[in-house]
């Protein structure tokens, strides 16, 4: 028997109402927050994974932080690499928000929903979370349509990704934790090179620069992607700052770090590991 004619659960004018009402309670309760689409470099085809990850965009939109009570997960665990955050929250986002600032972005793997992997900065705490898993039935079709995602997050790991959003609390994730060499140069052209500025080799791209000291010739660069050697001529793309390299830090000292272990665990090693076996498990 089909349903009362006389009913409709998807009358259009009481849709559009709807989804208002949805978008002013997300602008009255929301928070305002970056969504960062994830730009693929290089994949392994293999195991399905982003060898290397690009985040170029951040659009500031509105979401809802359903965990009123503070973030879920598993909280902060003490481990033998240290302590580690796993902090988890689920973010709710209008349809028509998704529709009108960020579907459009070219480095979406699909434009209908967000997408796992991508990003979202949390300036209320200054956290970044990672997308697991987009709910987009929930609440499920209410007055015949759907008009929120559900994103659910976990804090994000830095693993080498290239941050250039122009956003200075964005980037910054990249120049604290990102891989790179501190450089003491010689003889220049006494220009200046300029924070995030490519560095080339004998025209190829080696490294990227994360901070210049002019006084003490002082070099910090990031993404490297060539060994370095002293006597290397380091130029700036943007500066046309010409330097060679004098010396690189010791990179089993950490300075900064009165913690660090590398060098006890460099000359200790050799009373526990014997790598001068060459068959373990059988004869020589």
């Known amino acids: 028997m089909p349903t009362n004619v006389f009913f409709n659960h998807a009358v259009q004018t009481e849709q559009q109402l709807y989804e208002d009402l949805v978008v002013e309670s997300l602008r009255i309760y929301g928070h305002n927050v970056y969504y960062l689409p994830r730009q693929v470099i290089e994949e392994d085809t293999i195991l399905n994974e982003d060898v290397q990850s690009k985040f170029g965009d951040a ?3 509105e979401m809802y932080l359903e965990n009123t009570e503070g973030f879920e997960g598993e909280g902060d665990l003490m481990s033998k690499f240290g302590v580690q955050v796993r902090d988890q929250a689920t973010f709710v986002i209008s349809l028509r928000t998704w529709e009108r600032f960020i579907s459009l972005d070219g480095n979406l793997a699909t434009s209908f929903r967000p997408n796992e992997g991508d990003l979202i900065y949390f300036p209320l705490s200054g956290g970044m979370f990672e997308i697991k898993f987009v709910e ?6 209410q007055v015949g349509k759907l008009f929120v ?7 994000f790991e830095y693993s080498q990704e290239d941050f250039d959003t122009g956003f200075g609390d964005i980037d910054q994730i990249e120049d604290e934790q990102a891989y790179s060499l501190q450089m003491t140069m010689a003889s220049g052209n006494s220009k200046d090179y300029v924070a995030n500025e490519n560095l080339t080799k004998g025209g190829t791209v080696v490294a990227e620069v994360v901070s210049w000291n002019a006084p003490t010739s002082k070099l910090l660069a990031k993404d490297i992607t060539t060994t370095l050697v002293a006597t290397d001529v380091l130029v700036g793309a943007i500066s046309g700052a010409q330097y060679t390299i004098n010396s690189i830090d010791d990179r089993m000292k950490f300075t900064n770090d009165a913690a660090a272990q590398n060098l006890d665990f460099e000359q200790k090693d050799s009373s526990y590991l014997d790598l001068s076996e060459v068959n373990p498990f059988g004869e020589p």
């Not at 987009?136 to 079709?141: I, L, N, S, T, V």
């Not at 995602?149 to 804090?155: A, N, R, V």
């Open 136 to 141: 987009h039935e929930d609440p499920f079709y």
């Open 149 to 155: 995602f559900k994103m659910q997050c976990e804090l």
């Open 59 to 61: 659009y500031s939109v």
